[in-house]
Every structure is written in structure tokens, then in C-alpha cells.
């Protein structure tokens, strides 16, 4: 499960729909292209590389799953901000989600999260990911992923959307993140954007006081390893969709419902985080 080996068969125990795929990291840090990854019909299996701690971040499950107990986390509701400028649509996203950056960033770019369990339905599937080229924590992938949409509230449609994303998740205790751009999107014209994680020391106004730690491990320190790290996910979404549907009413109904659909997934990605600290870490 790349470099959450032990993460991904625990997410996939505690989702109804089950992860599709198990996408392995080389631990080779030269950069390769897909073609050369297939010339070898059968390549000699590599050892994965962990780019964080596996033990700490169990370990912070722990207190989340502990935490839940006495005091459940309450989920903060996304906030949205769309803007116009000249045709193109940007919308920022800020989410907070009661996990660790490691799990959020996983589920953000590998997992299958967004599955409505009372429709049964996927909101969002990654249907196929492939790794073009891969430096270390570096990898530039093409992905494909099919999004339910709503329409008019009658029926709903799977669009289809490919995309090259550009991954860079070393040391997610500091912050993990990714570029996107579209190779092809349904009525779209534009369509590009990135997201980031980043942690949030959740007790640390109760545990360290006024001394506010800059780095996980000074928050260790000042909360005495009982600190929750949560996280901050940042989205910034550019997207213009083609003639006519870039001009009023058609416009209107397009931003209404990506933001919409925007809302139900996030939904899904905070309902995952709770089946999480429920379940405790994967060592339970």
C-alpha cells in the first residue's frame, strides 16, 4: 500500500467499499518513466520506503481513538470561497479533519474514501492510477477518477475525469501536497488546481499553554505525548467550462452544483476520520 502499508488494510477494514488497487513505492530514488517500469514483465520486488513514523503515527491514532470516547470530535464545517475572474472559476477550500496528516493525505491521493454509504454509491472512485515517472517521494501520476453528479435532482450522471498530479508527501509532520491539471475533463475547458495538508496541533493551548510548539516534536514535548495532531486541508480548485456552459443560466448551475458535489465529498473524507478514531489504530 506504498507507504502506508499498515494504514491502507486498516482503512480498507473499516470502509464498506473495499480499495480497488495496492500501489507499491519503489525504494530506487532515481527517477523512471512508465516505459521503462514495463519493459521487466516481471521486476525484481522492491522493499517500500516509509517517508514517516509509522510507530508515532499509531500512536496518535491511539490518543484519537482514546480522545473519542470522553469527547468526540465535532467536524467543523468546510469553508468555501468562489471567485470569477474573467471566465475562470477559483474556489478555495479549508477543512479541518480530526486525523493525521499521513491518513488524510493517503485518503486525499490513494484511498477510496467518498462512498455514500446511505445511497450506496460512490461520490468520487478512482477507477485506474499510474505512476509515469517516480523520484523518492516524488512522483508524477496519471489518474482517472469518475465523480456522481446530481442533475437537476432526477438522476444522477459519473463524470469521467483524467488527470496528471504531481505528489510530493515527504515529511508530512511538516506539510504534504499536490498539483493537479486536467488531461481530460468533461465540459471543461480549464481545469487545474492543488491541495495541501498540514498539521494542526489540536491540544496545544490546553496541554502546552502559551508555549506554542513549531514542530511536532516540540509538541510532543510540551503536551508530554498525549497531544492530538490533526489536519488542515487546503484545496484550490480552478476550473472554465466550455461555450455555452460558461455563460449564464448554464454558469450559474454549474458553480452551484461543483460546489455542491464539492461539500458532499468532504462530507464523506470528515465521516471517514470518524470511522477512524472509532476503530483506534491498526495495532487493535
Known amino acids: 500500500m506504498g507507504v502506508f502499508p499498515g494504514f491502507g488494510s486498516w482503512i480498507n477494514l473499516n470502509s464498506q467499499q473495499p480499495l480497488k488497487d495496492e500501489y507499491k513505492r519503489s525504494e530506487n530514488g532515481e527517477s523512471k518513466s512508465a516505459s521503462e517500469k514495463d519493459t521487466n514483465n516481471a521486476p525484481a520486488k522492491k ?3 516509509v517517508y514517516y513514523d509509522e510507530k508515532e503515527d499509531t500512536r496518535q491514532q491511539g490518543l484519537w481513538h482514546e480522545a473519542e470516547k470522553k469527547h468526540p470530535w465535532h467536524n467543523p464545517p468546510p469553508k468555501i470561497k468562489m471567485t470569477n475572474k474573467k471566465g475562470l472559476y477559483h474556489m478555495n477550500i479549508e477543512l479541518t479533519v480530526g486525523t493525521t496528516p499521513n491518513i488524510v493525505y ?6 477510496n474514501p467518498f462512498f455514500d454509504e446511505k445511497k450506496w454509491r460512490d461520490l468520487m ?3 485506474s492510477r499510474k505512476v509515469l515517472k517516480e523520484n523518492g517521494p516524488k512522483r508524477v501520476v496519471l489518474v482517472e477518477k469518475a465523480v456522481a453528479y446530481n442533475f437537476l435532482s432526477l438522476t444522477t450522471i459519473s463524470i469521467p475525469i483524467h488527470l496528471t498530479m504531481e505528489e510530493n508527501e515527504k515529511d508530512l509532520t511538516l506539510i504534504g501536497q499536490t498539483k493537479y491539471k486536467k488531461e481530460k475533463v468533461m465540459l471543461m475547458k480549464e481545469f487545474h488546481g492543488n491541495y495541501k495538508v498540514e498539521p494542526i496541533y489540536v491540544d496545544q493551548e490546553r496541554l502546552c499553554k502559551k508555549r506554542l510548539p513549531k514542530s511536532p516534536e516540540e509538541y510532543k514535548k510540551c503536551s508530554g505525548g498525549q497531544g492530538r495532531i490533526g489536519s488542515k486541508l487546503t484545496i484550490n480548485q480552478y476550473f472554465q467550462p466550455y461555450p455555452p456552459f460558461n455563460i449564464p443560466p448554464l454558469s ?4 452551484g452544483l461543483t460546489i455542491k458535489t ?4 468532504l462530507n464523506l473524507l470528515q465521516d471517514m476520520a470518524f ?3 472509532q476503530a483506534g ?3 487493535e
Open 47 to 49: 522493499e517500500e520506503v
Open 262 to 265: 464539492s461539500k458532499n465529498l
Open 275 to 277: 470511522s477512524l478514531r
Open 106 to 111: 493517503y485518503l486525499m491521493s490513494e484511498g
Open 125 to 127: 472512485k478512482n477507477t
Open 252 to 255: 450559474w448551475f454549474i458553480r
Open 281 to 283: 489504530p491498526p495495532s
